[in-house]
């Protein structure tokens, strides 16, 4: 569903992702984990296409985010780290100006509003203004507008930051409900949050992924912290001892 290939992005001298590839399977929840100032926002806006790349492929379904990008947009849903929610709109309209820029049909808006605000536990605050909701319902409103037009894929980032403990624990168990016939990945560098609803994990570390493995044989001898530990300090020696 989709496959990454030597993906890299340069600023200049700075050299912000550095050759990543990974794959994710149809219907699987992909963690792509690392310390802050990986690389993973970035990652995520090229797959999304809020970003060029300087260099390497990224394929959704099978389309070309580079060269195929509205075929892209049309099976990818994105929640950026602060959604883009306006105050002054309410939940409904909010919703359906989203559709409406994604291109969305006419005839399909209102019935993809309504699977939206469902899906994500909408329905009390439906016609209420953005600007005046918690900060947990600002994320399901997030996740809606990422699930409107009913994607193939979801890319999540952060999507449980700055939550209370409940409000993570709603945030996760829906995170679990969208995977199955979707394919999640799910930007962090919270572990228990990868441990707890991931099932392939990829390790991202000054621009480069060291490391990516399922879940279940990740962990079977050691914990999800050791294993991202020993991968981060890993990396670090070896590129302190690489030739300057």
Same mark, same amino acid.
């Given at each position: 569903m989709l496959e990454v290939r030597n993906l890299t992005k340069r600023y200049g001298d700075i050299v912000a992702v550095d050759g990543v590839s990974f794959s994710a399977a149809q219907?699987?929840?992909?963690?792509?984990?690392?310390?802050?100032?990986?690389?993973?926002?970035?990652?995520?806006?090229?797959?999304?296409?809020?970003?060029?790349?300087?260099?390497?492929?990224?394929?959704?379904?099978?389309?070309?985010?580079?060269?195929?990008?509205?075929?892209?947009r049309r099976r990818i849903g994105y929640l950026p780290e602060s959604p883009p929610l306006y105050s002054d709109m309410t939940t409904e309209s909010y919703l359906r100006f989203v559709?409406?820029?994604?291109?969305?049909?006419?005839?399909?808006?209102?019935?993809? *509003?309504?699977?939206?605000?469902?899906?994500?536990?909408?329905?009390?605050?439906?016609?209420?203004?953005?600007?005046h909701l918690s900060k947990?319902?600002?994320?399901?409103?997030?996740?809606?507008?990422?699930?409107?037009?009913?994607?193939?894929v979801l890319v999540l980032d952060e999507p449980t930051i700055g939550l209370d403990p409940v409000q993570i624990r709603e945030i996760r168990a829906l995170i679990r409900r969208l995977?199955?016939?979707?394919?999640? *990945?799910?930007?962090?560098?919270?572990?228990?949050?990868?441990?707890? *609803?991931?099932e392939?994990?990829?390790? *991202?570390?000054?621009?480069?992924?060291?490391?990516?493995?399922?879940?279940?044989?990740?962990?079977?001898?050691a914990s999800l912290e050791d294993v991202f530990l020993r991968s981060i300090a890993k990396e670090g020696a070896?590129?302190?001892g690489a030739p300057a």
């Open positions: 219907g699987q929840i992909l963690g792509f984990l690392g310390p802050n100032g990986a690389g993973k926002t970035t990652t995520m806006r090229i797959l999304t296409g809020f970003l060029p790349a300087t260099s390497g492929t990224a394929k959704v379904a099978g389309f070309d985010v580079f060269t195929e990008s509205a075929e892209v559709a409406r820029i994604k291109g969305m049909p006419r005839a399909a808006i209102e019935d993809g *509003i309504d699977r939206a605000v469902r899906t994500c536990g909408l329905n009390d605050v439906r016609g209420r203004l953005l600007g947990g319902y600002r994320q399901r409103v997030g996740l809606a507008q990422a699930l409107i037009h009913d994607p193939q995977a199955g016939e979707r394919t999640v *990945i799910l930007s962090t560098h919270i572990l228990p949050e990868v441990s707890q *609803i991931c392939k994990v990829v390790i *991202i570390n000054a621009g480069r992924v060291v490391l990516e493995e399922d879940m279940a044989a990740l962990t079977r001898e070896a590129a302190e």
